[in-house]
């Protein structure tokens, strides 16, 4: 299983991304999917998540009403709308996958993919 990220690029503050990842030859029952980034000399950090078999999402604070989570089971791929985006959104974005129900640290996510640079311009 390697997770696939797209859709990363660089955005003015208030502005949107669409950020993708797609899971190949993983069957979604009994798996969630996270979304985390990493911004330079900070520990990487989970941003939302979502079980991939009743796709319950959940979010950080930092993000909830600006950021929402989704799967489309039939083409394997997980979403991450960012809405609003500020400067403080900058980092490196991966996808991993994990068991369901999920955890919220790294460490909870088996499979990683090898991440996606976005950039909010203030």
């Known amino acids: 299983v390697q997770p696939v990220e797209s859709g990363g690029g660089l955005v003015q503050a208030g502005g949107s991304l669409r950020l993708s990842c797609a899971v190949a030859?993983?069957?979604?029952?009994?798996?969630?999917t996270g979304w985390f980034r990493q911004a330079p000399g900070k520990d990487r950090e989970g941003v939302s998540y979502i079980s991939l078999g009743t796709g319950n999402p959940y979010y950080v604070d930092s993000v909830k009403g600006r950021f929402t989570i989704s799967s489309d089971n039939r083409k394997k791929t997980v979403y991450l709308q960012m809405n609003n985006l500020k400067s403080e959104d900058t980092a490196v974005y991966y996808c991993a996958v994990g068991p369901d129900p999920y955890g919220l640290g790294p460490q909870d996510f088996w499979y990683w993919g090898q991440g996606t640079q976005v950039t909010v311009s203030s």
């Open positions: 030859g993983l069957s979604f029952d009994g798996y969630s």
